[in-house]
């Protein structure tokens, strides 16, 4: 058998090799900014397209810079944490803090397809984790000569939310993953929503103290698993939280990041988040059947009530005028967010 018929039998035993190994990297994060600009992603018919580009969300591309290091910027940085929800409170004004944070996400591949610093938000394109891709023997040898030839079969973003903190002089940070995995639908491949992964939101927080200037037992708490505790129910028409008004707060806002719903606007003195479902948000399964309905279109922009004490909170819906949502959106929204914040 000649030399030149051999090779494409190797170059697919090689390959056939490579995708069949179970073995992974020792690192589950690993984003390159270069694998941020990818092939479209076909959804099915009941999902929006993830963002690919700043033109989708009607904002002016994002701009080249150059890589700079980023120095510790502040005195202090600790792990507030409730359930697995868990954010940073950082000595320092949120205005201070913007262009560090948005640094530090340049800084770890990402490209950033949406910002808002009225309201403190921060929010990536979708990125591709290469440590996500199957290891083997074939697969390192042919990456020294084309590392980009493998691809992994899942897609991250990551919203980042900046809030001025309780105490005078600091900062609240809340960092939000959200995934999205190829699958075979018939004969083509699709890509569908996955559950928000904690360990890779955990980590990129992790390297976030590190680099606002904490230390390595500070990282640490993050790490840590706390015992189940019930801290929210479902009471009628609101969810009520064993928890104070500051702290429900803080709570309410990380869950309406996991489930989906955008923030337009907040005002803490009053309780509110205005929260908007569009044609822009990812759609979880839940959110799409919700909404399908011409019924629904009408509440896709309302806000969310939270009222307390120091030991109680409850979280209610309401349209912009005060008045009642219907019984279905009510029912659907208010139960997505009791599973967030028990």
């Keep these: 058998m000649k030399l030149r018929s051999v090779l494409p039998l190797a170059v697919c035993v090689a390959l056939t090799a490579c995708a069949g190994s179970p073995g992974k990297s020792s690192s589950r994060f690993d984003y390159d900014k270069e694998s941020t600009i990818l092939p479209p992603l076909d959804l099915p018919p009941s999902l929006n397209l993830p963002v690919e580009g700043a033109d989708a969300m009607g904002l002016p591309a994002a701009q080249e810079t150059e890589p700079t290091t980023l120095l510790p910027v502040v005195r202090g940085v600790r792990v507030e944490r409730a359930g697995d929800m868990r954010w940073l409170v950082v000595e320092g004004r949120a205005e201070e803090l913007w262009a560090p944070v948005r640094e530090f996400l340049d800084q770890q591949g990402f490209e950033i397809a949406r910002e808002d610093a009225r309201i403190g938000l921060l929010e990536t394109h979708w990125a591709e984790n290469r440590a996500d891709i199957p290891e083997g023997f074939i697969r390192g040898l042919i990456s020294r000569v ?26 609240e940070i809340f960092l939000t993953h959200y995934g999205v995995e190829q699958v075979e639908l018939g004969e083509a491949l699709i890509w569908q929503p996955r559950p928000s992964d904690l360990e890779l939101s955990t980590e990129l927080m992790s390297r976030l103290m590190l680099a606002l200037g904490a230390t ?35 709570r309410v806002g990380i869950a309406l990041d996991r489930i989906g719903l955008v923030v337009e606007d907040l005002d803490r003195s009053q309780g509110f988040y205005w929260v908007q479902v569009s044609e822009q948000t990812e759609k979880k399964g839940w959110l799409a059947s919700l909404f399908s309905s011409a019924a629904a279109d009408t509440e896709r922009r309302f806000r969310v009530k939270i009222t307390g004490d120091d030991a109680h909170s409850r979280v209610s819906l309401e349209t912009d005028a005060g008045k009642a949502l219907s019984e279905v959106t009510r029912r659907g929204v208010l139960g997505q967010l009791e599973e967030q914040l028990r």
């Design 216 to 250: 390595e037992e500070q990282v640490q708490l993050v790490q840590q698993t706390p015992p189940p505790v019930v801290r929210a129910r479902l009471e009628g028409d609101a969810v009520v939280v064993n928890e104070g008004f500051a702290r429900a707060w803080r």
């Design 146 to 171: 084309a590392p980009k030839l493998y691809s992994a079969h899942t897609r991250d973003r990551y919203r980042v939310r900046l809030e001025r903190g309780q105490q005078p002089d600091t900062t």
